[in-house]
């Protein structure tokens, strides 16, 4: 199975910046994803990108702020958020699918714990 590792979330400012990283042991697969869940909210699709092409796609809340980035010989994506607001805060996700790139959470099997992300206002 893939296993998949969260880090670099924290507490910042609005307007303020992070890096989340997601690091994969095992296989690598076509698609790597970002959602995020805010409280008392459904996981929600954020960004997501081809393993090896490189596409990349964006939720329309983000774009232009979020930028989702991969490197394949370390098997990790980042997601680089900047502008954040307060609205951003969640829980994200890193995702994993060996098909083709889908913004449905139900088509990722792999997961990881995630890691927090609040914006203060």
């Known amino acids: 199975q893939v296993q998949l590792v969260e880090s670099g979330g924290g507490l910042v400012q609005a307007g303020g910046s992070l890096r989340l990283s997601c690091a994969a042991s095992?296989?690598?697969?076509?698609?790597r994803a970002w959602f995020r869940r805010a409280p008392g909210k459904e996981r929600e699709f954020v960004a997501g990108?081809?393993?090896?092409?490189?596409?990349?796609y964006y939720a329309d809340s983000v774009k232009g702020r979020f930028t989702i980035s991969r490197d394949n010989a370390k098997n990790t994506v980042y997601l680089q958020m900047n502008s954040l607001k307060p609205e951003d805060t969640a829980v994200y996700y890193c995702?994993?699918?060996?098909?083709?790139?889908?913004?449905?959470?139900?088509?990722?099997?792999?997961w990881g714990q995630g890691t927090q992300v609040t914006v203060s206002s």
């Open positions: 995702a994993a699918s060996s098909s083709t790139y889908r913004d449905s959470a139900a088509s990722y099997p792999y």
């Open positions: 095992g296989r690598s697969s076509y698609t």
């Open positions: 990108i081809s393993w090896t092409g490189g596409n990349t």
